[in-house]
């Protein structure tokens, strides 16, 4: 018979951004990556479609975006008879978590892309909660540049995921 040790949150993520990593077209990085029941099921590395002007900036779009895939695995889990009151989405950028859960406008984000802004309802409702978490351990940093391999073995720790 096997025996749970410690209660798990059934879909938890973690998301970071490189600011301005690609240097021909000055884009930045968003990486996600996405666990259930510990084990990562859900990962993502792409170049953000706009060109951000703040590494805040893009820390928030890599939050919404890694948000919108919360949202969907939550509603998979959920087909499978696993029903969890939000999914908690840990950030390393305490500004772009300030931004998601402040819906007052400021004169300073006025450029961001409404679209990005979907992210505040969904912190509002619950649906997805965000968490600061230190950048040490933010397992979706190795996904935005490249790293030492020491640093790309905690983050295979941090998702309990072992190597040969």
Same mark, same amino acid.
């Given at each position: 018979?096997?025996?749970?040790? #410690?209660?798990?949150a059934c879909v938890a993520g973690f998301v970071d951004a490189d600011y301005a990593g690609d240097l021909d077209r000055r884009r930045s990085t968003t990486g996600y990556v996405f666990t259930? *029941? *510990? *084990?990562?099921? /859900?990962?993502? /590395?792409?170049?953000?479609?706009?060109?951000?002007?703040? %590494? %805040?900036?893009?820390?928030?779009?890599?939050? %919404?975006?890694?948000?919108?895939?919360?949202?969907?695995? &939550? +509603?998979?889990?959920?087909?499978? +008879?696993? =029903? #969890?009151? *939000?999914?908690?989405?840990?950030?390393? /950028? #305490?500004?772009?978590? =300030?931004?998601?859960? &402040? #819906?007052?406008?400021?004169?300073?984000?006025? =450029?961001?892309?409404?679209?990005? =802004?979907?992210?505040? !309802?969904?912190?509002?409702? +619950?649906?997805?909660?965000?968490?600061?978490?230190?950048?040490?351990? &933010?397992?979706? !940093?190795?996904?935005?540049?490249?790293?030492?391999?020491?640093?790309?073995?905690?983050?295979? &720790?941090?998702?309990?995921? %072992?190597?040969?």
């Amino acid at each position: 018979m096997f025996e749970r040790k #410690q209660e798990v949150a059934c879909v938890a993520g973690f998301v970071d951004a490189d600011y301005a990593g690609d240097l021909d077209r000055r884009r930045s990085t968003t990486g996600y990556v996405f666990t259930c *029941g *510990g *084990g990562p099921v /859900s990962w993502k /590395s792409t170049l953000q479609a706009v060109t951000a002007l703040s %590494t %805040t900036e893009a820390e928030y779009m890599a939050l %919404t975006e890694a948000s919108k895939e919360a949202i969907w695995l &939550n +509603g998979l889990a959920s087909e499978f +008879g696993i =029903h #969890q009151e *939000g999914v908690v989405v840990k950030c390393d /950028s #305490q500004s772009a978590i =300030h931004l998601a859960k &402040n #819906q007052v406008f400021h004169a300073r984000t006025k =450029h961001i892309d409404v679209r990005y =802004h979907r992210i505040r !309802d969904w912190v509002e409702s +619950g649906n997805i909660i965000v968490e600061k978490v230190h950048t040490n351990d &933010n397992a979706a !940093d190795c996904l935005t540049k490249p790293v030492a391999v020491e640093k790309f073995k905690h983050c295979l &720790n941090l998702l309990s995921v %072992t190597t040969c």
